[in-house]
């Protein structure tokens, strides 16, 4: 079965720096989105892309954080200037519809580890 | 505004026991999704069941269950004959027509043997 894939499961970096986090989504779909799990909380919306903008965004992302599907199968979540606060685990998803349907699940990868130092 | 409240933070339970986690939600739109999801400690979300506000007939999987009652904007997912694999946090969430899931907080679910 085709699977959201997110590289790398886990990433160290030091404040102030910049990170881009990168999901493969499944081939034919067209939704794409990233959601944040600070430890220990609930997972929330960060923000959702399709036709190569961005569709909706929550508060959380703010100016620091920017989203791209640089080629056909990638896409990534930069952090600009990383905080501690941003140490989460990210997770990346994609559906071939924009609506909850039940022809039209929503794919979750298996999210990566940010830790800031 | 949407918003998914799982009173039940931790619920702990020995093995063979039935245990169920609440799940009430509050939204202003007629058709909606509410969802389940368990996350083992390995930290992967993995779906477990869909509904449409629609479809207020309950569900059963295997040793899952779910009671959806719109009347009371609660649907809770309950585990029969509990198992230790099933020590997990498992989250309910609720979306609109799109895929901007509410989460609630998430219930620990520890199975002792």
């Known amino acids: 079965e085709p699977e959201v894939t997110q590289t790398p499961s886990h990433q160290v970096t030091q404040m102030g720096q910049e990170v881009i986090l990168r999901c493969v989504p499944i081939?034919?779909?067209?939704?794409f989105y990233w959601y944040r799990q600070i430890l220990g909380q609930k997972v929330e919306f960060l923000v959702s892309?399709?036709?190569?903008?961005?569709?909706?965004k929550s508060e959380i992302f703010d100016d620091q954080f920017s989203v791209e599907r640089p080629d056909g199968s990638n896409f990534t979540l930069k952090i600009r200037s990383t905080k501690l606060e941003d140490s989460a685990m990210y997770f990346c998803?994609?559906?071939?519809?924009?609506?909850?349907?039940?022809?039209?699940?929503?794919?979750f990868g298996n999210g990566t580890r940010l830790t800031v130092t | 505004a949407q918003k998914v409240t799982q009173a039940q933070t931790e619920i702990s339970v020995v093995e063979k026991e039935d245990v169920t986690l609440d799940c009430v939600y509050e939204t202003r739109d007629t058709t909606y999704y509410l969802f389940w999801y368990k996350q083992p400690p390995s930290g992967e979300l993995v779906f477990l069941i869909r509904?449409?506000?629609?479809?207020?007939q309950n569900e059963i999987s295997g040793r899952y269950s779910w009671n959806f009652q719109k009347s009371t904007s609660s649907f809770n997912f309950t585990i029969t004959a509990s198992q230790v694999v099933d020590s997990a946090v498992y989250f309910c969430?609720?979306?609109?027509?799109?895929?901007?899931?509410?989460f609630g907080a998430g219930t620990t679910v520890t199975v002792r043997a």
């Open positions: 969430a609720l979306s609109g027509h799109d895929y901007k899931l509410s």
């Open positions: 081939s034919n779909h067209l939704y």
């Open positions: 998803a994609s559906s071939v519809r924009r609506s909850s349907s039940y022809n039209s699940p929503l794919h």
């Open positions: 509904r449409n506000s629609f479809d207020e």
């Open positions: 892309f399709y036709n190569n903008e961005i569709s909706e």
